[in-house]
């Protein structure tokens, strides 16, 4: 199995709850390993280009709004099938479908507040964890 990284944000409304702890713990029982971990603020403008594959989508301006209106922690999660292993973690977009014991579905409010986000392939992740880490922040 190929070791991979994947990047993680935990959410506005998971920072809001105090809850980024209990996130991790989810990670780090499944073997994910936090490698690179930063709380910040996103501007407006990099949700929207963060976002940007959602730019056509009716509740974009709605997620972008979402997306600023507290910190996040964005991370680089890094195990063997990191990138499956977090989605599985994590569970279904709408915490509403989700299985029991992923986050979303323990801990995620609704659709848009789903307390955590994963990137959902190899490039994906090679191109977000680019989008907020230097490889020199990334520590495994
Ligand atoms: P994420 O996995 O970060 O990818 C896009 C985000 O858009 C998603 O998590 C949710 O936060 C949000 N989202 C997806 N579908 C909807 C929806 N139907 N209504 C509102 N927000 C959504």
Same mark, same amino acid.
């Given at each position: ?5 994947? @990047?993680?944000? =935990?959410?506005?409304? #998971? ?10 713990? *989810? *990670?780090?029982?499944a073997?994910?390993? =936090? ?11 990099? #949700?929207e280009?963060?976002?940007?594959? $959602?730019?056509?989508?009716? !509740? ?7 997306m ?7 991370q680089? @999660?890094?195990?063997?099938?990191? =990138? ?11 915490p ?12 995620g ?7 955590? $986000? ?12 680019? !989008? *907020? !880490?230097?490889?020199?922040? =990334?520590?495994?």
């Amino acid at each position: 199995m190929d070791v991979e990284r994947t @990047l993680s944000i =935990i959410k506005p409304d #998971a920072t809001a709850r105090n809850i980024t702890g209990k996130i991790n713990t *989810f *990670f780090e029982e499944a073997g994910l390993r =936090i490698v690179a971990q930063k709380r910040l603020h996103l501007t407006r403008q990099q #949700a929207e280009v963060f976002y940007a594959v $959602h730019a056509e989508r009716s !509740f974009f301006n709605e997620l972008c709004d979402y997306m600023i209106s507290g910190p996040v922690v964005v991370q680089v @999660l890094e195990g063997e099938e990191a =990138i499956a292993k977090n989605r599985q973690v994590m569970g279904a977009t709408n915490p509403a479908n989700g299985e029991e014991g992923t986050i979303r579905k323990e801990l995620g409010v609704n659709v848009q507040e789903n307390s955590v $986000h994963g990137s959902d392939s190899l490039d994906n992740a090679a191109k977000e964890i680019a !989008f *907020f !880490f230097a490889e020199s922040e =990334i520590v495994g």
